[in-house]
């Protein structure tokens, strides 16, 4: 019997894992420095400020890092973080290459596209070197690695997954549009009784997003630079679907809701038939606190709807880039994810892996009650990937061009 081969295997398995330990003693090693430099800091945490409940889960956690590590967490209410991304370009412009205004910022993948492209992220990778990464797994969920197409090469942190559902009163409704085509049809056959978020308004746009991913013929064409792209015939289906949606949608088009909270209220006061947002559990959630009748349902498209994971990303000039780390740790941490994926707190899914979670963690997850008015993991197993970001502004722009302020199609 040849013993030389699998001595080798055993000694290779050695030295793997004692690379392993020496690497996860050097990230603990690293982490107590960050700690130690981070204690006393304020965190000006940038994040979309329209959603109570959301605002609430960021109290909640400024609360515990205050007590466990010294560290105050503010949280600035943006209702666009372009405009935050915007403030940290004009500080480099300015030279002001530290001290930045901005530590922590809620981003999605135009966002973060656009920080990269403009080097105003933090140069060295971080994320990885965070305690609490081990908790996912890049193999089973590749976009937290990939943001909207875009590598994310260890600069942003990924704080929670999202998908685009539709809310329909069952009262009112009986078979929702379960597609491009069916909502058209619903539409036209309902008028008034439809309409979405203004873009750019983040839903916005994903709705335009969601339209021109089922009508276009050019599907392939979405996950290139937008550059790469004959972009008026992509988009010409997209612009059809709404020249002939407009004249029916709700105030016949002259005006849309501000964000998906005021679109939700418009579903609750009985103005509209349908609504949307990327959280799944949003619906149980309102109904939960009142906000939204009981006999509110979500759907999804049959051919799917998009679904993403939204992170959190330090720019290259933060004034408190340590505590910023301690923070977005804690939030990927099980005890935050956890409550973050609660429908009476946020509803939000986790970004975590459940087989490299603790059997009390697991636990405490499947624990979690689902919503009345949530789908199932199975019924929410149809997503579509997003485009390539690069798309983003230049269907706002078209769209702003054809439709805002009442605009004529055309």
């Known amino acids: 019997m040849n013993l030389t081969r699998p001595c080798s295997l055993i000694s290779c398995c050695v030295l793997l894992v004692f690379a392993w330990l020496h690497s996860a003693a050097a990230d603990t090693k690293h982490f107590d420095n960050l700690m130690a430099a981070a204690k006393g800091q304020t965190v000006y945490f940038n994040a979309w400020g329209g959603d109570a409940k959301i605002n609430s889960y960021i109290s909640w956690a400024g609360d515990i890092i205050k007590q466990r590590h010294g560290i105050t967490l503010s949280h600035v209410k943006l209702t666009d973080t372009a405009s935050a991304v915007s403030r940290i370009l004009a500080e480099k412009a300015a030279g002001r290459t530290s001290d930045g205004s901005i530590d922590l910022l809620w981003v999605n993948g135009e966002n973060f596209a656009a920080m990269k492209r403009a080097d105003l992220l933090q140069p060295t990778p971080w994320v990885p070197h965070l305690p609490n990464w081990r908790f996912s797994d890049a193999t089973a969920l590749p976009a937290i690695v990939s943001d909207f197409a875009e590598p994310t090469e260890g600069k942003e942190s990924p704080w929670g997954r999202a998908q685009l559902v539709f809310a329909y009163d069952t009262a009112r409704v009986a078979a929702p549009p379960k597609s491009a085509a069916a909502l058209a049809a619903f539409i036209a056959a309902n008028p008034g009784r439809f309409t979405f978020p203004q873009p750019p308004d983040f839903i916005g746009v994903s709705f335009l997003k969601q339209m021109l991913i089922e009508t276009t013929k050019s599907q392939p064409a979405l996950y290139r630079h937008v550059d790469e792209a004959d972009f ?179």
Not at 357 to 385: I, N
């Open 232 to 410: 008026e015939t992509v988009t010409a289906p997209l612009w059809a679907w709404l020249d002939a949606a407009q004249p029916h949608l709700w105030r016949r088009g002259t005006a849309y809701p501000q964000n998906y909270p005021v679109l939700r209220q418009l579903l609750g006061d009985g103005e509209i038939d349908i609504a949307m947002a990327f959280n799944p559990a949003d619906a149980s959630a309102s109904i939960a606190r009142g906000e939204l009748p009981d006999s509110v349902r979500t759907y999804i498209h049959d051919g799917g709807t998009l679904a993403n994971v939204h992170f959190l990303a330090i720019p290259f000039n933060a004034a408190a880039p340590e505590a910023a780390q301690i923070v977005a740790n804690f939030l990927l941490s099980p005890e935050a994810q956890i409550k973050k994926a609660d429908s009476r707190v946020w509803g939000d899914p986790t970004v975590l892996s459940m087989p490299r979670l603790s059997a009390a963690d697991r636990e405490a997850f499947l624990a979690l009650p689902r919503g009345v008015a949530t789908l199932s993991d199975a019924a929410l197993g149809r997503s579509l990937a997003e485009p390539h970001p690069s798309w983003v502004p230049r269907l706002e722009a078209a769209w702003q061009q054809r439709y805002a302020s009442g605009n004529q199609p055309g």
